[in-house]
Each structure stands twice: as structure tokens, then as C-alpha cells.
């Protein structure tokens, strides 16, 4: 009778305990990748904001130098400078 009861918790206790391990085992890949995905968009959002303070920092520049660039933009958007307008009107080529 003893053993039977044994035998019956030991097995109760072992499912338990394997479901909980087993829904751990599930749900720790989604977790860790939803803070992969966290971390991407942070690592994102602060190259965005690296870019944006390069480019007003040379915007602040370009204005308070009277520096106007001339040069065109390729299919891909990308921006190829020829030249650029000095303060006093003169035009440099990039050569």
C-alpha cells in the first residue's frame, strides 16, 4: 500500500515537474528573442540618432561657413559631390 502511494507521488511529481521544465523550454526562445529584436531596435534608433546629429552638425557647419556644395544624386540616392561655392562666390571643382 505504502509503495503504491510512493510510486504514484514520485510519478506525480515527476510530470509536474517535467511540464514546468518543458513550458520553461518553450517560452525561453521567444523571450529571448523578443530581446534580441529590443536590442537590434535600440542599436537602430541610436544609429538614427548618430546620423541625424552628424548631419545638423555639418548642416550648422555648411550655414555658418557660407559653404554651398554642388553635385548630384545617383539612382541609389547616394549624394556625389563635384564642387562647392566659397563665401565669396568662387566655385571649386573636386578633381
Known amino acids: ?3 503504491n502511494f510512493l ?3 514520485v510519478l506525480s511529481l515527476g510530470l ?3 511540464s514546468i521544465v518543458s513550458i520553461g523550454a518553450l517560452t ?3 523571450v529571448k528573442a523578443q530581446d534580441r ?3 537590434w531596435e535600440r542599436h537602430d534608433r541610436r544609429v538614427e540618432r548618430r546620423m541625424e546629429r552628424r548631419w545638423d552638425r555639418d548642416d550648422r557647419w555648411m550655414r555658418r561657413h557660407n559653404y ?3 553635385g548630384y544624386y545617383d539612382g541609389l540616392g547616394r549624394f556625389h559631390p563635384t564642387g562647392y561655392y566659397d563665401r565669396f562666390g568662387y566655385f571649386h571643382p573636386y578633381y
Open 16 to 18: 509536474s515537474a517535467l
Open 7 to 9: 510510486k504514484k507521488a
Open 28 to 30: 525561453s526562445p521567444t
Open 1 to 3: 500500500m505504502k509503495m
Open 37 to 39: 529584436d529590443d536590442r
Open 68 to 70: 554651398r556644395m554642388t
